[in-house]
């Protein structure tokens, strides 16, 4: 469970990340793509952790990194929404 947790949470904040990245781009958000662009190097840290840990490659590891992906998507999408407006 705990290596599910970690792979959730990196994948999540990785995911969030890069989709509110994209969205302040296309918003030409500078204060928001310095912001998002500085923490996008934790999915360094994730890729390292994968390599050096045996149980990270797992089958929990894989389920988290999954729904952390598409929660994390899904969340930026909805939070940026809010805090640039509408692409539309």
Known sequence: MKTFA??????FFSCF????????????SYR???ITAFFITQSFFA???MIETKSARGTPAYFGFLLGGTL???AA???MKHLCGSVN
């Open 77 to 79: 999408i909805f939070t």
């Open 72 to 74: 994390g998507s899904l």
């Open 32 to 34: 928001w793509i310095f």
């Open 17 to 28: 990340l890069i989709v509110a990245n994209t969205r302040a781009f296309t918003e030409g």
């Open 6 to 11: 970690i792979a959730f949470a990196t994948q």
């Open 47 to 49: 890729g390292k952790w």
